[in-house]
Structure formats: structure tokens, C-alpha cells
């Protein structure tokens, strides 16, 4: 029920933000700015050292946008952005962090019964891209993204793999994730909605202090202006 209720109001809002765009702001305005959402699951490029350790197939997570375009009309070229993006990244997987504050960050399997087990990372991140727009309003966008790290969190309700105790616990601030990340993105669409890749060439964790973990994000994204 509660998802029902976030996806209805993520619909209205889209629905309020697109009679925004169509009654207030003036073309040069449109133009100038994108404000947008990326909607997508991670699929985790991962060595756990350990072949028990999975992570689920889909890990939704969620981009917020601001853009400010640079008109350029160059051949196929529209315009050069560059803005402010909040990203929140999900992992869920079959096993915990017993120790966050560790040197060296360990996954441990959860044997016993467990309804959820995930970490969560938050960046803010510096997007520039170049796009590609035809009359017929299909675009293509081509960037590169880098991020610092606001914040992290664990997050295990079921059985502790320890003592089998059963608890709702989350935990914040993980030893030994990378501060910065950086990687390419993509969008291929027509008009508001588009089809939006990101790959992250950096690790999540510091090299040797924790599971190497790459994420790739696919998805869509909403630009209702």
C-alpha cells in the first residue's frame, strides 16, 4: 500500500509539474533549464569474496536534477548543461555488516529468517552533459558525472547471523566508502521521458578495505521541464 501511495503521488506531481511547464515558464526559460528525475535499479558488479553473499536482482533507486543548458547549435549538438544531481543508491543483498566501523568492511551471510537487508549511499553529484535534439523532439544526452559521498547507512530487519536475535536495526556512516565517485551516463528518449544508463567507474568501497563493487544504474528518466 505504501508503494501504491508513493507512485501515485510521484504521477500527480509529474502531472502538477508538467501544467507548470505548459502554463508559466516561457520558451527561453524551458530552454535555459531541465529539472528532472531518474528512476532506475542497480545491478551490482560485485566480488564478496564469498559465493553465499547475493544481491537481488532489482535495486530501485532514485536521481534529482538541475540542469542549466548552454544553447550551442552546432551541427547535431543543442546544448552543453551542467548542474546539481542528489543520488540514493540501494543494495539489497542476503547478508549484513556485522561490524560498520571495521578496517576492513565483511559481508556475512544471514542463515537464519530475514525480511529485509540492504545498504543505502547518498551523493551529490556535478553533472555535465551534451545534448542532442532533432525538430521532431527526440534527444540523446551524453555525460559524466562526479559525486561525494553524504551519507551511508545499513539497514537489517530479521535474524542477527550471530545470535539469531530478531531485530529492526540501522546503522550509519560505513567504514571504508570511497568519498568520491565518477562515471559516464546516457539518455536516449523523446520529449519528457527517456531510457537513462550510468555506469561508476569507481569502486564504492576503498580498494582493499572492503568487497570490490561497481554499480551500473538502468532506468528511465522524467524531465517534465
Not at 501544467?19 to 566480488?47: C, H, M, P
Not at 525480511?115 to 551534451?130: D, F, G, M, S
Not at 547471523?161 to 536495526?169: A, I, L, T
Request: net charge positive.
Amino acid at each position: 500500500m505504501k508503494k501504491i501511495s508513493i507512485a501515485l503521488l510521484l504521477l500527480s506531481g509529474i502531472t502538477l509539474l508538467q501544467s507548470v511547464n505548459a502554463q508559466v515558464l516561457s520558451e527561453s526559460a524551458k530552454r535555459k533549464f531541465t529539472v528532472g528525475i531518474n528512476l532506475y535499479t542497480t545491478l551490482w558488479q560485485t566480488d564478496f569474496l564469498n559465493p553465499e553473499v547475493k544481491t537481488r536482482t532489482i535495486n530501485q533507486g532514485t536521481d534529482v536534477f538541475f540542469m542549466y543548458n548552454i544553447p550551442l547549435k552546432k551541427g547535431g549538438l543543442s546544448s552543453f548543461s551542467a548542474g546539481l544531481e542528489i543520488r540514493s543508491e540501494n543494495m539489497y543483498t542476503n547478508a549484513t555488516i556485522q561490524d560498520i566501523k571495521a578496517d576492513t568492511i565483511v559481508f556475512t551471510p544471514i542463515k537464519e529468517n530475514y525480511k529485509r537487508a540492504k545498504i543505502n549511499v547518498n551523493y551529490i553529484n556535478l553533472p555535465l552533459e551534451l545534448k542532442f535534439r532533432t525538430k521532431g523532439g527526440f534527444k540523446a544526452t551524453v555525460g559524466f558525472k562526479v559525486g561525494y559521498l553524504m551519507s551511508s547507512k545499513q539497514k537489517h530487519v530479521g535474524d542477527r547471523p550471530d545470535d539469531n536475535k530478531h531485530v529492526n536495526e540501522k546503522s550509519i556512516k560505513i567504514n571504508q566508502v570511497e568519498k568520491f565517485t565518477y562515471g559516464p551516463s546516457l539518455r536516449v528518449g523523446y520529449k519528457w521521458i527517456s531510457v537513462y544508463a550510468y555506469y561508476q567507474l569507481s569502486k564504492v568501497f576503498k580498494s582493499g578495505f572492503g568487497p570490490q563493487i561497481y554499480p551500473i544504474s538502468l532506468g528511465i528518466t522524467i524531465t517534465p521541464f
